[in-house]
């Protein structure tokens, strides 16, 4: 019975060791020399300054930007803490008033075009830095008449910021609303 013990006690030592400390630090030193954007948090920066990630979405209020999708973590819009989709369901008369509402506002921003959908709906975790090309078009209008730029060149841009399918067939098509913004600012005013 002892010996199982002391057995017991030098596996359960032995393996956190293993798995709570060798692993892990592998694992973090091989990121670290493979992916060092990635394994630091994908950070953009921009003048020494960070001003946000590729992997989280942001906030983006003004006319002057393209907008993203709503966010789900609550009052503060994509606070990382606070992850999570709503636990609305589809006949909820709360999301159905919220879907509306938002709906009739992007009406109103492109009278002409459908609203697309991931312009009214949270992702799962509420935090996706990506809209569709389709919801990038969307705002392009608002953008345009905002700062003065042909929507042509706005067209363009959304084209050259949209990401494809992975390995070509997995997933759809997205535009990184932070990167996209950021070349937004970066482009002559005619």
């Known amino acids: 019975m002892l010996n199982q013990l002391r057995s017991a006690l030098v596996l359960i030592v032995l393996f956190t060791i293993i798995t709570g400390?060798?692993?892990?630090?592998?694992?973090?030193?091989?990121?670290?020399?493979?992916?060092?954007?990635?394994a630091n948090g994908s950070l953009i920066t921009r003048d020494g300054?960070?001003?946000?990630?590729?992997?989280?979405?942001?906030?983006?209020?003004?006319?002057?930007?393209?907008h993203a999708r709503p966010s789900a973590t609550g009052p503060d819009p994509y606070n990382a803490a606070a992850t999570s989709g709503s636990n609305f369901g589809p006949t909820s008369k709360a999301l159905i008033t919220r879907l509306q509402g938002d709906?009739?506002?992007?009406?109103?921003?492109?009278?002409?075009?459908?609203?697309p959908t991931d312009l009214v709906?949270?992702?799962?975790?509420?935090?996706?830095?990506h809209i569709?090309?389709?919801?990038?078009?969307?705002?392009?209008?608002?953008?345009?008449?905002?700062?003065?730029?042909?929507?042509?060149?706005?067209?363009?841009l959304i084209n050259e910021n949209t990401q494809g399918r992975v390995l070509g067939i997995l997933g759809e098509p997205r535009v990184n609303?932070?990167?996209?913004?950021?070349?937004?600012?970066?482009?002559a005013v005619p």
């Open 103 to 115: 709906v009739d506002k992007r009406k109103s921003e492109n009278p002409n075009a459908n609203v």
């Open 21 to 38: 400390l060798l692993y892990p630090f592998a694992v973090t030193g091989i990121a670290q020399v493979l992916f060092p954007h990635q």
């Open 121 to 129: 709906t949270a992702s799962g975790s509420g935090l996706d830095p």
């Open 177 to 187: 609303v932070l990167m996209l913004n950021l070349a937004l600012d970066r482009i």
């Open 49 to 66: 300054i960070v001003v946000g990630s590729e992997l989280m979405g942001q906030s983006f209020a003004s006319d002057r930007y393209f």
């Open 132 to 156: 569709s090309p389709a919801a990038a078009f969307f705002q392009v209008p608002r953008v345009a008449s905002s700062r003065q730029i042909p929507e042509d060149r706005l067209r363009q």
